[in-house]
């Protein structure tokens, strides 16, 4: 039996979990692309791209890059819709930034799927929330 587009993604998101980069780049076409916001906090502290090509630089971004900025990862998921080869993951992010300062974000992504593999995916989230947590000190 295949699995379900929504397993699919659920599948994803634990193996994101193992940080093994040639397990990650396994759920992506060799193609995929991953796009969150022009200049967000989280691809500009690292110096990293909003827009990743390939199932490599994807995976190796999920597996150490996002690593340099974030410990202590905690994702919680809110929701998760599936429509076709379309799924929707709402959640939010909680870890621990460089210093022991706190992140707390919400996120919501849309994966496309061709044949049990994600070929994109579109990143949403609080940018302003995220540029303050991660360039800007908390108010105490």
Not at 27 to 45: C, G, Q, R, S
Request: overall charge negative; aromatic content about 12%; hydrophobic content about 45%.
């Amino acid at each position: 039996m295949r699995p379900t587009a929504k397993d699919v993604i659920i599948n994803a998101w634990k193996t994101f979990k193992t940080r093994d980069a040639g397990l990650i780049a396994g759920l992506f076409t060799p193609d995929a692309e991953w796009i969150a916001p022009a200049d967000n906090a989280t691809a500009v502290a690292p110096s990293h791209t909003h827009h990743m090509i390939g199932a490599d630089q994807i995976a190796h971004f999920i597996a150490f890059d996002m690593h340099k900025l974030f410990s202590e990862i905690d994702i919680s998921f809110r929701s998760i819709h599936a429509d076709g080869d379309t799924v929707i993951v709402e959640e939010r992010m909680r870890a621990t930034l460089p210093g022991g300062r706190p992140y707390d974000n919400d996120y919501c992504f849309v994966f496309k799927l061709a044949d049990e593999r994600i070929s994109l995916v579109r990143e949403y989230m609080d940018t302003r929330r995220s540029w303050r947590a991660i360039f800007e000190i908390w108010p105490a």
